[in-house]
């Protein structure tokens, strides 16, 4: 290669670094190209993605690339906590049967080698050794198989996820005083960062509309149906709001903890209370699990916010059936309800009893996506942010 033949890699590299193309997302081929393409980055080749971990850091990198592609103003807002990791192989093995379990985030471990005593049947069941003290007790998922959930803090015996498909040996174990053996290892990690991002598109008002999805996962799962179809749905709004200035400033934000207690967004909340910008934000939308059936589930208290979205539903001919329930509490949402914006949170939970049981399971592939069902999401949420613009939701 000649010295001349070097020269315009030496101009590119700068250029290319300081500003990546923004995506065409402007047809369904496209979009479904999109998901396909990000699905496969985030879930087949990276997999689970609890926040902390490697898989979450590399993720959220994507996720970074992608809003700077689309958006001016992207920032970090990084945070320390105490993880939880389990070491090792857990079990939980009644008579010579061991069961599929997980061990819930956050709990104890066993101490010792392992516990053992016989099973009986509280509020779950728990194992009681022969002094008479519960040394671990056993939730049952509510849907199917064992699910990773979270350790309530109040005790600290560890506690075994189990499938539904196990509760009869559980039942015959407490009628026989089988003996039940269970072992748990696990690791805290202090001042471990994580960090969410947000993305801006700046309006004539400083009155804003946020959208928010998760973008962490159970250490499970790839988590494609939760939140990775959500998280993907909300960077192509990112790429696909007009790059005309709109009267409200629009902004994206993929969360980091939901998985855990919901940190990540009240960090965020917490650093927009600090700069003084918490009372810009008048609405807040936030994704989670839009993929498990066709129809969008409307969580929201406030009824202006739940008419315009059904509006949209009958206004573009979207042929689903979106359901309003008048709660919105505890979700990633709850941080910005509690600073005064209307919120809503959307999901697709209950709609599809085959796809639920997916729900925090390693079987929550990439695989399981159904474009379509994005398809209308986008469309709904299109829609949605052009229509907030110029709302005036007053209920
Ligand atoms: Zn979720």
């Known amino acids: 290669m000649t010295r001349r033949g070097l020269l315009p890699l030496v101009v590119m590299v700068p250029a290319l670094a300081a500003a990546p193309p923004r995506r065409e997302l402007d047809t369904p081929v496209r979009r479904a190209a999109y998901l396909r393409e990000m699905l496969d980055a985030l879930c087949t080749r990276i997999g689970p993605r609890p926040s902390g971990s490697k898989g979450f850091d590399a993720g959220i990198a994507i996720v970074e690339r992608e809003l700077r592609r689309a958006l001016p103003i992207v920032v970090r807002d990084s945070l320390k906590f105490r993880r939880w990791t389990v070491t090792g192989k857990p079990y939980f093995i009644v008579g010579d049967r061991a069961l599929e379990t997980y061990v819930a985030d956050n709990s104890p471990e066993t101490p010792g080698r392992e516990v053992s005593g016989t099973l009986r049947k509280g509020r779950q069941y728990e194992v009681v050794d022969t002094a008479g003290r519960v040394v671990a007790g056993a939730g049952i998922s509510e849907f199917g198989r064992a699910i990773v959930t979270m350790h309530s803090g109040a005790d600290d015996a560890a506690l075994f996820n189990i499938g539904r498909q196990d509760v009869e040996i559980l039942e015959r174990a407490i009628r026989e005083k089988t003996p039940v053996r269970a072992h748990a290892k696990v690791k805290w990690f202090d001042n471990v960062e994580s960090s969410s991002v947000a993305g801006t598109l700046p309006g004539d008002s400083k009155e804003e509309i946020l959208i928010v999805a998760h973008a962490d996962t159970k250490y499970n799962t790839p988590g494609a149906n939760d939140n990775t179809a959500s998280l993907i749905t909300m960077l192509m709004l990112a790429h696909a709001i007009p790059a005309a200035k709109p009267a409200r400033t629009v902004s994206f934000l993929a969360t980091t903890g939901e998985e855990l207690t919901f940190f990540g967004a009240k960090h ?47 206004d573009l001919r979207i042929e689903t ?67 907030l613009q110029t709302a005036a939701v007053d209920q």
Request: net charge neutral; charged share 25%.
């Open 321 to 387: 059936e979106p359901k309003v329930f008048e709660r919105d509490d505890t979700m990633d949402s709850a941080p910005f309800l509690a600073s005064g914006a209307r919120t809503v949170h959307l999901n697709s939970r209950g709609d599809d009893a085959r796809t639920l049981p997916l729900w925090h399971r390693p079987e929550d592939r990439a695989e399981t996506i159904k474009p379509e069902f994005v398809e209308s999401s986008f469309r709904v949420l299109l829609e949605l942010i052009t229509r």
């Open 268 to 314: 965020y909340a917490g650093t927009r209370r600090a700069a003084g910008t918490i009372g810009d934000i008048k609405y807040c939308v936030n994704l989670d699990s839009l993929t498990y059936g066709p129809n969008l589930q409307i969580n929201t208290t406030s009824a202006g916010l739940a008419k315009v979205i059904l509006d949209i539903h009958r």
